[in-house]
């Protein structure tokens, strides 16, 4: 499987000003893909393929005055931005035509100057890392970075990210084993777990164990709020309105930081206790519509689902996400019968009571189904069991790695199918 590693970079002035020409140029590229692909769909005219753009708007344009700076910078920098827009295209195409899992994605948008910036160079572009722990890119120079662990193997590419707080990363994509970070198996059969991922706390485990929604999702998107209303207020180009967006930027970084650190420790938490981990796919967006810490909590969801997934395969672990339309909410677990709260109205229910006589906490008895469903799908060898990890780069491992333009352009696709890993010297196939 492929994941990313992201470090901290600290270029020189002089690798600074290369990289922002090497961000405007790969914007520009990027900016004039979306344009000629616009305009074709404009005047009914085919869709411009790839070979056709890389020769227009780089080969080409490179030799007209308004574009000779395109010269200056790596080619691969300006290939991959051309293949960042045609992945944004077929994604949207896909999504129109219903063959993409997830969210809708609208066709691909115009980059701006202020945004997070990035450019990618491939193994092609030859970049390396060097001895002395420099990384050298292409007409960039020999940067400095701050390792905080060693790469597991060669990386395959390299994003260089600015983030508009200013601060510099690279990040890489590594693929790592199956099993990497394998874990003894644990003997105990009861080490196994559903996770029921809630409204009123985070997540509910096995034996009705909570995890809490922690606090700062609260306070962290009230101070989002604040700051994007001042910025709100502030008047076109001023001085203040760029204040105030540094600010949302550092609040943004800050999220994503401290989000990521808080879900890794409960990723790895749940791996080490379980040998088995039993989800259900929901559909994160819906669940935890109208609530206060509305998108700090919805993309912890994604985040720890995409993080459990990953680290459950590494760690030798199982990993089985059951159908979202397996009713475990309605379901009694005592008696089978489908008799819990339904609909939008159900959504509220905290607890309720079976006509068998059991009386359940909606979470916990969510829990349990989910748990046995997951364990009746492996044990009966599901044939679409096998996780079905493609070339999709899982926002990977420890806190703070991950790209912050993921979710954006691009998300890993998510089949509505179960995956699981098998155990180690079981087969599900
Ligand atoms: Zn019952």
């Known amino acids: 499987m492929l994941l990313r590693y992201?470090?901290?970079?600290?270029?020189?002035?002089?690798?600074?000003?290369s990289l922002a020409r090497a961000f405007g140029s790969a914007r520009v590229v990027f900016n004039d893909a979306v344009a000629a692909r616009k305009h074709a769909h404009a005047e009914g005219l085919p869709y411009p393929t790839m070979a056709v753009l890389s020769k227009q708007l780089i080969t080409e344009a490179k030799r007209t005055p308004g574009r000779s700076w395109l010269g200056e910078v790596s080619a691969v920098v300006l290939q991959q931005a051309l293949?960042?827009?045609?992945?944004?295209?077929?994604?949207?195409?896909?999504?129109?035509?219903?063959e993409r899992a997830g969210t809708r994605v609208g066709p691909p948008r115009f980059k701006r100057r202020n945004g997070?910036?990035?450019?990618?160079?491939?193994?092609?572009?030859?970049?390396?890392?060097?001895?002395?722990?420099?990384?050298?890119?292409?007409?960039?120079?020999?940067?400095?970075?701050?390792?905080?662990?060693?790469?597991?193997?060669?990386?395959?590419?390299?994003a260089v990210i600015k983030c508009p707080t200013g601060k510099y990363y690279a990040s890489f994509v590594v693929a790592v084993d199956e099993g990497a970070d394998f874990l003894e198996p644990l003997g105990d059969p009861e080490a196994e777990t559903g996770i029921d991922l809630g409204l009123k706390d985070f997540a509910v485990l096995r034996g009705g164990r909570v995890i809490e929604s922690p606090r700062f999702f609260?306070?962290?998107?009230?101070?989002l709020g604040k700051a994007q209303r001042v910025l709100a207020r502030k008047?076109?180009?001023?001085?203040?309105?760029?204040?105030?967006r540094l600010r949302v930027a550092k609040i943004h970084e800050k999220i994503r930081d401290t989000r990521s650190d808080w879900v890794d420790k409960q990723v790895k938490a749940i791996v080490r206790e379980n040998q088995a981990v039993y989800v259900e796919d929901l559909n994160v967006k819906g669940l935890s519509r109208g609530r206060a810490a509305k998108s700090v909590?919805?993309?912890?969801?994604?985040m720890f689902l995409a993080r459990l997934e990953s680290k459950a395969a590494r760690s030798g672990r199982t990993f089985v996400k059951i159908d979202r339309f397996f009713p475990s909410t309605r379901l009694c677990s005592v008696c089978g019968v489908l008799a819990g709260p339904s609909g939008l109205e159900g959504l509220k229910v905290r607890s309720w009571a079976c006509g068998c006589g059991a009386v359940h906490d909606r979470d916990v008895n969510a829990e349990v189904n989910t748990r046995r469903e997951g364990s009746r799908i492996v044990a009966g060898?599901?044939?679409?069991?096998?996780?079905?990890?493609?070339?999709?780069?899982?926002?990977?491992?420890?806190?703070r790695l991950?790209?912050?333009?993921e979710g954006k352009n691009e998300e890993p696709a998510r089949g509505g199918a179960v995956s699981t890993v098998p155990k180690p010297g079981v087969s599900v196939l």
């Open 6 to 17: 992201r470090f901290r970079l600290y270029p020189t002035m002089p690798q600074r000003v």
């Open 83 to 98: 293949s960042d827009c045609d992945r944004a295209w077929k994604n949207f195409f896909a999504s129109v035509k219903g």
């Open 116 to 158: 997070t910036q990035s450019i990618r160079f491939t193994r092609n572009a030859r970049f390396a890392v060097l001895g002395n722990g420099r990384l050298r890119l292409p007409k960039i120079g020999e940067v400095k970075v701050a390792w905080s662990r060693a790469l597991p193997s060669e990386p395959s590419s390299v």
């Open 218 to 223: 609260r306070r962290l998107e009230r101070r």
């Open 235 to 244: 008047a076109q180009g001023s001085v203040n309105r760029a204040k105030a």
């Open 297 to 302: 909590h919805d993309a912890a969801f994604g």
């Open 381 to 399: 060898g599901h044939p679409d069991t096998r996780n079905a990890s493609g070339g999709d780069v899982r926002p990977g491992t420890p806190g």
């Open 402 to 405: 991950r790209n912050p333009r």
